[in-house]
């Protein structure tokens, strides 16, 4: 003998799954809807940049250099790329800026142009610089790695506002002070 209280309880629980396999197929993208590729931005390294403003921070606690984001150039592209101008300057003095991304979706990084005090800019086109490669803790792309982990990204995504990331390059990441 079924009980009205029993009853009504099978019969919330046969609607439940009922609109389980709807909310599912709303989830779902539809076949013409495909989602677009990915395609990067039009950029352009900044027409200027200030050596005096770049604010400094400390990757790896074994290297001499000093590492450095110009704040104006720091951004976030409609196309999810974190750009800026990175600043490495030697114990001598020795500079080499950069103008470079890091994607946090797809864990890569470019160089987009290096800056000579003589020619102003110059787009890089090495093999390596020209394309996106994987950030890695090891090989070319450690320090971006470093950075990326550091402060730029949250994961998959930029942690953003821009004067975030920067704050956890220089200060650390909060969970980590």
């Avoid at 787009?123 to 790695?145: E, H, I, K, V, Y």
């Amino acid at each position: 003998m079924t009980t009205p209280r029993i009853r009504s309880l099978h019969r919330l629980c046969l609607l439940a799954v009922l609109a389980l396999p709807t909310h599912a197929a709303l989830a779902q993208p539809r076949a013409d809807e495909e989602e677009k590729p990915w395609e990067e931005a039009q950029w352009a390294p900044p027409a200027s940049f200030q050596l005096d403003k770049v604010r400094t921070f400390r990757l790896e606690q074994t290297t001499t250099m000093e590492f450095g984001i110009e704040p104006s150039t720091l951004q976030v592209g409609a196309d999810g790329v974190i750009r800026y101008v990175f600043v490495a300057r030697s114990a001598s003095g020795a500079l080499n800026v950069l103008y470079e991304g890091v994607r946090c979706q797809t864990a890569e990084t470019r160089i987009y142009a290096r800056w000579d005090p003589a020619s102003g800019w110059r787009q890089s086109t090495g093999n390596s610089d020209a394309s996106w490669q994987p950030l890695n803790f090891r090989g070319s792309t450690r320090r971006q790695m470093f950075m990326a982990r550091a402060g730029l990204c949250d994961g998959p995504t930029p942690n953003n506002p821009p004067a975030r990331m920067l704050d956890e390059l220089v200060r650390g990441k909060p969970e980590l002070r």
